[in-house]
Structures are given as structure tokens and as C-alpha cells.
């Protein structure tokens, strides 16, 4: 028996939001290749990379830009220790980026970093970085993390300049459940 042209009407609208729901759930990882396959969202090479002392340095002159990112309610004060530096490809450099919890309890804060142009994302090799790891912080903490980088000598001839942001943000399931043991430690004392 065929259906009518209400059975039809809802068949059809379930078929969309069935695609509709497939759709959104594959993007997420569709995006990821197309950034990785393309150089496209800044994203840069998080594989810890082996620098052996015979790494070729080029004379090369690179102005690295340090940018720090929070949202207007961000309860945290983020910055940059250095506003920029000059490096040279092939050579390992260290900075930092200062945070600060401005509230009375703890946080959980985690980074999303991004580099542009998007050209210069894979040639950024980050060996050592606090945005690998989730970062704790006590009521009113601040301190250095440290980001340990160089640029791959392939980088393009025509990028001078790259600029490395990061944004902070506050990592609420990871807050909520450290606030959880934290109470739990303070009623068994």
C-alpha cells in the first residue's frame, strides 16, 4: 500500500532531518581534514617534532606576533609575555603567555590556538605548548606557560610576518568537576 500524501509529507520531512543530523554530526570531522589537507583555519602542527642540534638555520629573519584572545565575560586576565619576536627558521625559540583567574574559586582553562596566514600554519612547529594540556588554576592564580616553537625553513618565501593567537577559555565540565573534588577533599578534613 503506497503511501498518501500526509505519509509522504512526513516520510520526507523525517528523511531531512535525519540528513540534516548526519550532516551536522560528519562536519566537525570533515572540517578537520579540510584544514589539515589545506592549510585553511590557522591550525598549526601540534606533533611534537624531533629538532636535532643539526637543524638546518636559515638567516632568514621571521616576525613572530603574539595575540592573546578572551571573551568580554572571560573571568581570566590573558596576555602575551612578549608582543612579538624576531626568529630565524630552523632554530628553537621559548615565550610564554601570562594568565591570571580572576575569580575567588578554581578554574579549569583550556587554549585553542591558530596562526595566519594560513600558509605559515604547518610550517609553525610547536614542541612544547600549554595548549596541549588542560591548565588548573586556584582562586586568584596567575602564572607563565610556556610555548616552545620554531618555524619550519620551508615556509614560504613571501611570508614575513606570523602571527600566533591563542584564545583562553574557560573549560566548564573540566571546572565543574574539579570544583566537585575539591568539596568532596574539604568535607572529608
Not at 25 to 32: I, K, S
Not at 163 to 181: G, I
Amino acid at each position: 500500500m503506497a503511501p498518501t500524501g500526509n505519509g509522504r509529507l512526513i516520510f520526507r520531512l523525517a528523511v531531512m532531518a535525519l540528513s540534516m543530523f548526519a550532516f551536522g554530526f560528519l562536519l566537525v570531522p570533515l572540517y578537520e581534514v579540510m584544514c589539515k589537507i589545506t592549510g585553511i583555519g590557522g591550525r598549526t602542527n601540534a606533533e611534537a617534532a624531533t629538532v636535532s642540534a643539526t637543524q638546518e638555520v636559515s638567516e632568514r629573519l621571521i616576525t613572530v606576533e603574539f595575540v592573546a584572545v578572551l571573551n568580554e565575560q572571560a573571568p581570566w586576565e590573558f596576555r602575551p609575555t612578549v608582543a612579538s619576536m624576531q626568529v630565524h627558521p630552523g632554530q628553537l625559540y621559548d615565550t610564554a603567555f601570562f594568565a591570571r583567574n580572576l575569580t575567588d574559586g578554581a578554574l579549569v582553562g583550556s587554549a585553542v590556538p591558530s596562526v595566519a596566514p594560513g600558509q605559515a600554519a604547518k610550517h609553525f612547529i610547536k614542541t612544547e605548548c600549554f595548549c596541549f594540556t588542560q591548565q588548573n588554576f586556584t582562586a586568584g592564580e596567575g602564572r607563565d606557560m610556556g610555548v616552545q616553537f620554531m618555524i619550519d625553513p620551508a615556509l614560504p618565501e613571501f611570508v614575513d610576518r606570523v602571527t600566533l593567537s591563542y584564545t583562553f577559555f574557560v573549560n566548564r565540565p573540566e571546572t565543574a568537576k574539579l570544583a566537585k573534588s575539591e568539596a568532596a577533599a574539604g568535607s572529608t578534613t
